[in-house]
């Protein structure tokens, strides 16, 4: 079933420009977390189906690379779909998952903005992290709430780094992404999608009449970025001492 959050490049219409240009920018992601990892630990949390689990498995055979993502069904998707020798999988929660070795690599790819509190995450993200680790997170830092449902917290650049600046960890090397809206079928009332953002629109007009502040916050955004979700990329490294 197509949903706004949850990406499953098998069953995205290959003919579509959109659903083509959102796996685009999410694969775009992957590669860019990719290009940072560096020892020999990687762990996805939230990895979802496992798609960008197995890229940076593929692109790191020398690796150990561990995906986690609390829906059983997703992971046993990633499981039949996506396998290679040095890539395993775990059903787990993000915020109490833990492990006997810790690793030099986690990626938090659209994740911190899911959970209830990101403070308890980020932690946790802490204790996992080997001594000279990073982490590779992501989040969307134009308002999402009112478009997606799945979404508890908006994020600026400056309340992201903060997050991470609480346990130690300064931002390193960034990559920002543009994504620009999708307006078709956004008011369809059709039970089943034809693709994702079918329907966002209904979803909007909702959340204002309910909280029609968030509107201002909304045209705000689009005064300075148009039509558009900017979604920023960055790796967090310890920091030194000054």
């Not at 290959?14 to 560096?38: G, K, V, W």
């Not at 929660?93 to 986690?106: G, H, L, M, Y």
């Not at 790819?109 to 899911?114: A, C, D, G, M, W």
Request: with cysteine; glycine share 6%.
């Amino acid at each position: 079933m197509l949903t706004i959050e949850r990406i499953y490049p098998k069953q995205l219409d290959p003919d579509d420009s959109d659903d083509q240009n959102t796996l685009r920018i999410h694969m775009e992601r992957y590669r860019f977390a990719a290009a940072c990892l560096s020892g020999e630990r990687v762990l996805d949390m939230a990895c979802g189906c496992g798609y960008g689990t197995a890229l940076l498995a593929e692109l790191h055979p020398d690796k150990t690379v561990i995906g986690v993502d609390i829906d059983p069904a997703a992971i046993a998707y990633a499981q039949e779909h996506y396998r290679l020798p040095n890539l395993s999988y775990h059903c787990a929660d993000a915020e109490s998952f833990a492990a006997e070795q810790r690793f030099d690599n986690i990626v938090s790819l659209e994740t911190i903005e899911h959970l209830p509190n990101p403070q308890q995450l980020i932690a946790n993200y802490a204790k996992l992290l080997a001594e000279h680790g990073q982490v590779i997170a992501s989040v969307p830092i134009t308002p999402t709430l009112d478009g997606n449902p799945h979404h508890l917290h908006d994020f600026s650049q400056a309340s992201f780094f903060a997050l991470f600046r609480a346990h130690g960890l300064g931002p390193q090397q960034r990559f920002e992404q543009i994504q620009w809206w999708q307006f078709k079928g956004l008011f369809s009332k059709r039970p089943v999608k034809q693709h994702r953002s079918e329907g966002v629109g209904n979803a909007v007009l909702q959340y204002y009449r309910k909280r029609p502040f968030y509107l201002l916050l909304r045209l705000r955004s689009m005064l300075r970025y148009g039509f558009s979700n900017r979604y920023l990329t960055c790796n967090f490294r310890p920091q030194t001492p000054a």
